[in-house]
């Protein structure tokens, strides 16, 4: 995912003044060896990615956009903001080994778990399509695929290649794909371009993306503890369903007809006003807090016993391998969950500030060079203060950019009765993980790999953290490197690394399950001790949690203890509070005295 997309004429290869400037003096060198040594270049005849025929405002009609590899829960939300901007939308299921095998017939030897699933996954959709009676040619003409890539030390980077070489091996040559760039934007051309890369639609995505992060985490929460089973998943259908509707029938800002909308216009500042408009109306309008609303009140009806223990498992790892809820990861949700886990999940918000985060580290370190990297004279005065300024502007529009998405994400949170987790703070990851990876490396998740296991385990906020990657993902090999050292550090920490590959999910299923025994032994002993330590059994608090039906309740919060991890165990000590005190409880966690 990216903080900055532009349009990227596919015609063309997008150069920075940078590299244009380092290609000048490679050339003026060459050049130089050349006639000093007496050396005849000979002439090169390199490879160029053919042009793809772009996506144009005229087909948005008949064409469908394909997409997905996230969560059910956040693809139905980016699906309904798609078609509430006018698209037409299509979600590829969530893929599977059957989508892997093909990923593997059609495509590149040695490419990654997600490589494979991801592109197996779109030839398997578009073999559908034809059975059920489209030609190739209808297919390429009324199908377009959006999705992900990267450069750097990842094999993420030959995604798009290995798309257009699986594509062509299946027959299906031509196909249009359009990829996002996790720095650079988006391949398409800016000429009357399909997808419109403006305000409405990145608002329309971050909107869906971070209230499906939220609805995704508080299920989560919920689940382990529902007193009738299945309750919850059922719950979760309907408010998707109820949010669907609620995101495609908005419509963006405009400009109304009014005096002051006309005066606006004559004066040629329509198009700042509208930008204004649109902005404010993200950060002031609460369009979506009143069904907010709803979604936290039908969620917070599930009856919930909290004395039932479960150790917390903190999932993490490379991106795709801990978002997608299939056969990439083995299944591994649904897994822990039947193994009596509480599953605290990794949301798309931490990625996002992520990025921020390392744009605004990639600022900083390059304060006080111009574009070309020439350091401004002794007495250039006038290029020292313009270099000055053009950095504290990049770098207040990248701190406003963060502030802007965390305190967005905290309103939803907080509509959503504020039991999950808030973003965690990116300086505060950089802080404790650069000691073991190096900040500024880059590709996969850089040092938020080893971050997360540090804070998430030290903060007391999990029995153990899971972190699943693909088999021979270089930049997760890497953490896992660093891992050791941190093991060796933390010494109650409980940390396991498992490699997806469309294979070996029972020797995965098994290592979580002697990694999850240990956390369950863990927060059983936490249970015992905190119960020990109130004077009441166990009949006695669950006596007076059934006299107060708000202690039932999922969204009501129960105070952390320092020490303490398990809901269960805070959740006793709680009650036992109550019970000494006589304190009434209240929706919320608010409690009264009598």
Not at 18 to 45: C, D, P, S
Not at 154 to 178: H, K, T
Not at 541 to 548: A, L, R, S, T, Y
Not at 561 to 583: C, E, P, Q, S
Request: proline fraction near 4%.
């Amino acid at each position: 995912m990216s903080t900055s997309f532009q349009p990227v004429n596919t015609n063309l290869v997008q150069i920075s003044s940078t590299e244009q400037m380092i290609r000048r003096r490679l050339e003026a060198e060459r050049l130089r060896l050349e006639k000093e040594y007496g050396v005849q270049r000979k002439q090169a005849h390199h490879f160029h990615k053919p042009v793809e025929r772009p996506f144009t405002k005229a087909e948005r009609g008949t064409t469908t956009l394909l997409f997905g590899g996230l969560t059910w829960k956040h693809e139905k939300l980016v699906h309904a903001a798609f078609e509430g901007l006018g698209y037409q939308t299509e979600v590829v299921p969530t893929p599977d080994v059957a989508a892997f095998q093909l990923g593997k017939e059609y495509g590149n030897n040695g490419q990654c778990n997600p490589t494979y699933f991801t592109v197996g996954n779109l030839v398997q959709y578009l073999q559908k399509l034809e059975e059920k009676g489209l030609s190739k040619k209808e297919i390429a003409d009324r199908y377009i695929f959006l999705t992900a890539g990267a450069c750097g030390p990842c094999r993420f980077g030959m995604y798009e290649a290995e798309y257009r070489l699986a594509l062509r091996n299946s027959g299906f040559d031509g196909f249009r794909v359009i990829l996002f760039q996790q720095s650079g934007g988006l391949s398409q051309s800016d000429m009357e371009a399909g997808l419109e890369m403006n305000l409405d639609f990145f608002l329309g995505i971050l909107n869906g993306l971070n209230i499906g992060d939220l609805v995704n985490e508080v299920a989560h929460l919920i689940r382990p503890y529902e007193v009738n089973a299945g309750e919850t998943d059922a719950v979760l259908e309907e408010v998707m369903d109820y949010l669907h509707s609620v995101i495609k029938r908005k419509r963006p800002w405009q400009l109304n007809g009014g005096t002051w909308s006309h005066f606006v216009r004559q004066a040629g500042l329509a198009p700042t006003a509208e930008y204004l408009g649109k902005f404010l109306s993200q950060l002031f309008a609460n369009e979506y807090l009143p069904h907010l609303d709803h979604v936290r009140e039908r969620l917070n009806s599930v009856n919930v016993d909290r004395t039932r223990v479960k150790p917390i498992v903190k999932v993490t790892g490379e991106f795709w391998a801990q978002t997608t809820e299939g056969d990439g990861n083995f299944n591994m949700f649904q897994f822990l969950h039947r193994e009596g886990a509480e599953l605290l999940v990794e949301p798309i918000g931490t990625w996002i500030m992520y990025m921020l985060h390392q744009a605004v580290q990639a600022t900083k370190d390059r304060r006080g060079l111009d574009d070309n990297l020439e350091l401004p004279g002794k007495w250039e005065i006038g290029k020292k203060l313009a270099i000055q300024r053009n950095y504290y502007q990049k770098l207040a529009t990248l701190k406003f950019a963060e502030a802007v998405f965390r305190r967005e994400y905290h309103r939803i949170k907080d509509a959503l009765g504020g039991v999950a987790h808030g973003l965690t703070d990116q300086y505060e990851l950089q802080r404790i993980g650069h000691p073991y990876y190096n900040s500024r490396a880059g590709g996969g998740e850089g040092h938020l790999e080893v971050a997360k296991n540090i804070y998430y385990s030290n903060k007391e906020i999990c029995h153990m953290v899971l972190s699943l990657k693909p088999f021979g993902c270089m930049p997760s090999t890497q953490s896992d490197g660093a891992q050791s050292a941190v093991v060796a550090h933390y010494k109650d920490m409980i940390f396991l690394p498992i490699e997806t590959s469309g294979e070996g999910e029972i020797n995965a299923h098994s290592r979580a399950q002697m990694a999850l025994g240990e956390a369950k032994v863990k927060a059983k002993r936490e249970f015992a001790q905190a119960l020990a330590s109130t004077g009441y059994t166990l009949e006695e608090i669950q006596g007076f949690v059934k006299k107060h039906d708000c202690l039932q309740r999922p969204l009501y919060k129960v105070p952390k203890r320092k020490g303490v991890i398990g809901i269960a165990a805070n959740f006793v000590l709680h009650v036992a509070d109550l019970m000494k005190t006589g304190a009434t409880p209240q929706p919320g966690g608010v409690t009264t005295a009598h």
